[in-house]
């Protein structure tokens, strides 16, 4: 589900990762690594491992989730537009079909009411898309740093808030598919109105005996009136004129209403002669042109659900496919599947990241820690937390400068699955500060093919161990300090996990 994400989806897995902000880190590595163990079990492949993900947390969950609320809210509306629109059109057209007998119905009035603002707003609809496509910017969302200073800490909110808050400040992704939502539904009850006006000027005409003529007061004449009504009939031109469906001159002059004159003038067959002309109009330029924008809405909808990235679902299958090393959780066996056979761990893991071609990901390793943590438990620990042992170990300290240094030495990288992944090792002893969140914020942005940043927090070192767990202040200090960083998303460890 890496590409071609509908908008329950997204917004579920938004939930989802919402209601994880709770969790601590560790919990959530082992839920889904046992997600991971079930998909291996089902032979899920690759490609459907974050939808398999997905199924098993609405699954889980005991509440409803929000695709369940969108689909029925898309219901409601899909019929509540297509069933008003379509009864709108038929009491607007019966409206303008008022015929006692002694005026006929007047084609301009028609035109005027039924036919015009259709088509303009199929004009404006159609103007304002092409527009956009001329732009070629990204949706912004209206606001947006008022929302973005309202919802600073989003582990203070509820997940209903902090969801709403992700939707908001995930630069416009579900706000773009809400949108072309949006727009279909609105074409969709142009289209039932188009569609409703037609049916019920043809069912009209089929039981009701109907007089049609035209009147002005303007010097018009019946030779101005023609070449309107030509103008307006080009696009069906081309059909036989003994079908009867654009009036001919003659017919034009017959049916001309003269107030002083009364109707006794006026031949039946001349005042007969508009019906086809205005069914036409009402297809031509109401209905086909709404169904081509609902089309065009659809097919603007999927493609933007086809080309999401969401940039979270690297990690989730990062976690789904992490071995856990050690003492064997939630029943499996140790090691697996790492392909150990007698081998050490260091050089298992070397192993398992050599048989895939790329870089699983890089380890930023603050430079008083060089040489100070042996090679193989700084493989163990990235494999740990991110399933993929340290490409290679860079490093830097935890300053912008020092992290645009290391995301140029890593930009042409070929990374596997094409997920950028960077491990932090943080001293948590020492406080966070402004420079520390700036170089956080740099390194965890999101780009087009996605990026995971994962924190390890270490404690002080105990004699000549420099990998000891952080204490709980400094390690609430470190969470308090990156959810600040809303909306980017951390997975914080400990370096004992």
């Known amino acids: 589900m890496k590409h071609g994400m509908r908008l ?9 990762l919402e209601k994880d902000r709770v969790l601590e880190a560790e919990a959530i590595l082992d839920r889904d ?13 690759a490609e459907r491992q974050a939808s398999f993900w997905l199924e098993r947390r609405r699954e889980a969950e005991e509440g409803g989730v929000p ?14 537009l297509g069933l008003g629109g379509f009864l709108a059109g038929v009491s607007l057209v019966r409206a303008l079909l008022l015929y006692s007998g002694v005026e006929p119905v007047n084609v301009s009035v028609f035109l ?8 303009g707003l199929c004009f404006l609809g159609a103007g304002l898309l092409v527009l956009r496509g001329l732009r070629r910017k990204e949706f912004g969302i209206p606001l947006r740093p008022l929302f973005d200073l309202f919802w600073r800490r989003p582990g203070g909110l509820s997940p209903q808030a902090g969801f709403v808050r992700a939707l908001f400040l995930r630069r416009g992704r579900p706000v773009r598919m809400l949108g072309w939502e949006s727009l279909r539904l ?39 009136m023609h070449s309107l009504v030509s103008a307006l ?55 086909l042109p ?21 940039p979270d679902l690297g990690r989730i299958v990062d976690r789904m496919r992490s071995p856990l090393l050690g003492s064997a959780r939630m029943g499996e066996a140790p090691s697996s599947p790492l392909p150990l056979d007698g081998q050490s761990a260091p050089e298992a893991l070397r192993a398992s990241g050599q048989a895939q071609e790329g870089v699983g990901c890089v380890l930023l390793l603050p430079p008083e820690l060089v040489d100070r943590i042996d090679e193989e438990r700084l493989l163990d620990l990235t494999v740990r937390v991110c399933g993929y042992p340290a490409h290679r170990i860079i490093p830097a300290t935890l300053d912008p400068q020092d992290v645009r240094q290391a995301l140029d030495e890593c930009a042409d990288f070929d990374w596997i699955g094409g997920h950028e992944r960077f491990v932090a090792l943080i001293e948590a002893w020492q406080p966070p500060i402004r420079e520390n969140l700036q170089a956080l914020k740099l390194l965890g942005q999101e780009e087009k093919r996605g990026r995971s940043l994962v924190l390890v927090l270490c404690g002080r070192p105990s004699g000549k161990d420099w990998l000891t767990a952080p204490d709980e202040d400094s390690r609430e200090a470190w969470n308090d300090a990156v959810a600040r960083l809303a909306p980017l998303r951390v997975d914080i460890f400990g370096a004992s996990s």
């Not at 690594?33 to 492949?45: E, F, T, W």
């Not at 695709?67 to 509540?80: A, P, Y």
């Not at 074409?187 to 006006?197: E, M, R, V, Y």
């Not at 006794?264 to 031509?284: E, H, I, N």
């Open 186 to 224: 609105a074409h969709l009850g142009g289209l039932c109105l188009a569609l409703g006006s037609l049916a019920g000027m043809t069912v009209s005409v089929a039981v009701t005996d109907l007089a049609f003529g035209w009147q002005s007061t303007l010097q018009v004449g019946a030779q101005g």
């Open 67 to 80: 695709s369940s609320s969108l689909r029925s809210i898309l219901i409601i509306l899909r019929l509540v």
């Open 290 to 310: 709404r169904l081509v924008l609902l089309l065009g809405a659809h097919w603007m909808l999927r493609r933007v659900e086809g080309e999401l990235a969401h």
């Open 33 to 45: 690594r046992g997600i991971g163990l079930a998909a291996q079990a089902l032979s899920v492949p």
């Open 112 to 119: 005027l009411l039924a036919v015009l603002p259709q088509a």
């Open 8 to 16: 329950g989806d997204y917004l579920d897995l938004e939930w989802f």
């Open 233 to 287: 009939a080009a696009p069906w031109s081309w059909l036989p004129a003994q079908w009867g469906m654009t009036p001919t001159l003659t017919q034009i002059e017959g049916s001309r209403i003269i107030l002083k004159d009364g109707m006794q003038a006026l031949a039946s067959a001349d005042l007969a002669a508009w019906w086809p002309f205005l069914c036409m109009c009402l297809l031509v330029y109401a209905l």
